[in-house]
């Protein structure tokens, strides 16, 4: 596995970490000194994430393996 890919599966796999974390205690939206803070686009964004880095994987993975046997 290469440097990159295994950037991309650690990348991954923190954020489906933080996604379990937040799902397991969701939080409500809100706004504060005129910042609004949204759980809801943030889990879509940690999402998007997530998609961004199964594309990212299936692209490292060859779809066809060489072998060769020998008697």
């Keep these: 596995m ?3 890919t295994q950037q991309v599966a650690t ?3 923190l ?3 933080q ?3 937040l799902r397991a205690d969701p939080k409500p939206s809100y706004s504060i000194d005129g910042q609004r803070v949204s759980w809801t686009e943030y889990i879509e964004s940690l999402q998007q994430t997530v ?3 199964d594309r990212k994987l299936e692209g490292y993975e ?3 393996y ?3 046997g020998a008697t």
């Design 11 to 13: 990348i991954r796999s």
């Design 62 to 64: 060859p779809f066809e």
């Design 15 to 17: 954020t489906l970490a």
């Design 2 to 4: 290469s440097t990159e």
């Design 19 to 21: 996604l379990e974390t």
């Design 51 to 53: 998609d961004w880095c």
């Design 66 to 68: 060489r072998s060769q």
